[in-house]
């Protein structure tokens, strides 16, 4: 990011809600009093502590519970980040905390999450938004700590309320550091292979296998879509062909869709579309009805996998 850039997307390191507390309610204050439009989201226990500490104030603030708005790292730039900015009037700077990665995130969840936090810096290039991202330094592992400064230009240390340079800012290495491959499905899940003809057969297998896995009503209307718009996908951009599979796995039913296409745009389904533009809705629509999305992409093909909580 050059020194022109009016994005500004700092860490906030903290120890203890003393710390939190003195990176976020100033930072909040400044922007209301600036008259900036101002969200936090953040979990749920941290948004209860910015929302008792700014008073009156936080009725001037958008707030989120982020285990839920961005319980997808991929919902979050669409859903949350883009969804305020966007709403908000052309060429007034916005500001935003977001804590999308908390103690409890999954080993499954955390790529995701890592390079949402790297791709919010293309998503936001050259424009004037300050987004501040807070890391509870007692609670999360090095690595997460350490992929902090790969995917943030400016970083605030613990104890601290100045911002300072990363030396380690790399956020394309992040973005493919964690373009791994995804484990193999559990063995006896067959695959329901599909072309162009076979999407709506698809779509109904996928379907019954959800439903007898768990899902129904609203749930069971999302693995439809989530299904309908990833083979498409595969047929239109992924050779006309793939493979589908549906399982169960923690809690969540699992569609997995695979293909021979490569994905060459790391921000495709976390960027909002134009409403006078056909088409290109497809990855958009599963992140924002999914619990998580994982992805891998490379010469051998995509795969992509959706998690439906039951």
Do not use: K
């Not at 601290?160 to 990363?166: C, G, H, R, V, Y």
């Amino acid at each position: 990011m050059s020194a022109a850039d009016p994005f500004v997307h700092p860490a906030l390191f903290y120890r203890g809600e003393s710390e939190y507390l003195a990176g976020t309610l100033p930072f909040v204050r400044a922007g209301l009093a600036a008259g900036e439009p101002v969200a936090v989201a953040v979990p749920g226990e941290n948004l209860d502590l910015i929302r008792d500490g700014l008073g009156d104030d936080a009725a001037a603030v958008r707030l989120l519970d982020m285990r839920e708005a961005g319980r997808n790292p991929g919902r979050i730039i669409p859903g949350v980040l883009r969804a305020f900015a966007d709403a908000q009037p052309d060429g007034r700077r916005v500001r935003i905390i977001g804590e999308p990665i908390w103690a409890g995130r999954s080993s499954t969840e955390y790529p995701a999450c890592a390079q949402h936090e790297a791709l919010i810096n293309a998503a936001f290039r050259g424009r004037p938004v300050t987004i501040l991202c807070p890391y509870d330094v007692d609670r999360l592992d090095e690595r997460v700590l350490a992929d902090a400064h790969a995917t943030h230009p400016t970083v605030i240390p613990t104890g601290s309320t100045e911002a300072l340079d990363s030396p380690a800012y790399a956020p394309d290495e992040v973005v493919a550091r964690y373009n791994e491959p995804l484990p193999p499905a559990p063995s006896g899940v067959p695959p329901f292979a599909f072309t162009a003809d076979a999407l709506s057969p698809a779509r109904h297998d996928a379907v019954a296998e959800g439903s007898r896995l768990g899902l129904t009503g609203v749930r069971l209307d999302d693995l439809a879509l989530v299904t309908a718009e990833l083979t498409t996908n595969s047929v239109v951009h992924g050779g006309g062909s793939g493979t589908l599979r549906v399982w169960a796995e923690g809690g969540y039913v699992v569609c997995e869709v695979r293909d021979a296409g490569r994905l060459t745009d790391p921000l495709a389904g976390r960027r909002p579309v134009p409403r006078d533009r056909r088409g290109g809705r497809g990855l958009l629509l599963v992140n924002l009805v999914s619990d998580l999305v994982r992805m891998h992409t490379g010469d051998e093909g995509t795969a992509v996998r959706a998690y439906l909580s039951v």
